[in-house]
């Protein structure tokens, strides 16, 4: 008897109270599991709601997947974008559509923050990978954020661009805004997204390892993630 045999035989035997007229939808299935855990030595509540606990279970989850975190208010995001790029030497920064025109006003050539500015490349649905190669580092917003798994998700709305600009370009500044971007678990992203969109889940730059376990970073997208989170 073949392996297939065994598990199919299990499964006939599993069924056989069954009623052939019965169809799955016909018999509630209790779903009363846990929705979101409750985040640990985060110095604040420790509840799933508490919007400074999860905050700092997010800066802690995206750290540990060796994603440089920072923390800034409305006032200090456009100098602190400024000095990212410039710490990065980036000649050039690619700009969704719908991006906030202030948070980069700071980075502008001649703007308030100085002169010498990388200069900014707007998304065009014609762009060739090799242009989005070329370019030094790309700003975007987010749709939600995931504390317990350190992840942040784009879903292509306003100042997230096509999904293309975050993975080919070397270096992505994402922007949250908390508290109201962030959530506790993957069940209670998956309540605020279309699951039509074109959805891409971040947890870190991209990375992966070989059979060895040598970790290469950049493979699938950016090697380096730095992530802001921006306080309402």
Known sequence: MS???VVLGRIRRALRDVPRSEAPEDVPVAREYARAHVPDGTGGSGA?????????LLARNLADYRARVHRTDAGGLPPLLRRLLAERGSRTVLVPSGLPPWWLTAADPGGPGGP?????????????????????????GCAVAVAETGTVVLDGGPGQGRRRITLIPDHHVCVVEV??????????????????????????????????????????????????????
Not at 48 to 56: E, K
Not at 218 to 229: F, K, Q, Y
């Open 116 to 140: 010498g500015g990388p200069a900014r490349v707007h998304d065009r649905a014609g762009a060739a990978a090799r242009e989005l190669d070329a370019v030094d580092s790309v700003v975007t």
């Open 3 to 5: 392996d297939r045999e």
């Open 179 to 232: 508290p109201g971007q962030v959530v506790a678990s993957v069940p209670q992203a998956l309540e605020r997204l279309v699951p039509t969109r074109p959805l891409t889940w971040i947890s870190g730059p991209s990375a992966t390892s070989d059979i060895e376990l040598d970790r290469v970073e950049g493979v699938h997208g950016p090697r380096t993630l730095e992530v802001v989170l921006l306080a309402g």
């Open 48 to 56: 799933a709601g508490d919007a400074g606990a999860l905050t700092d």
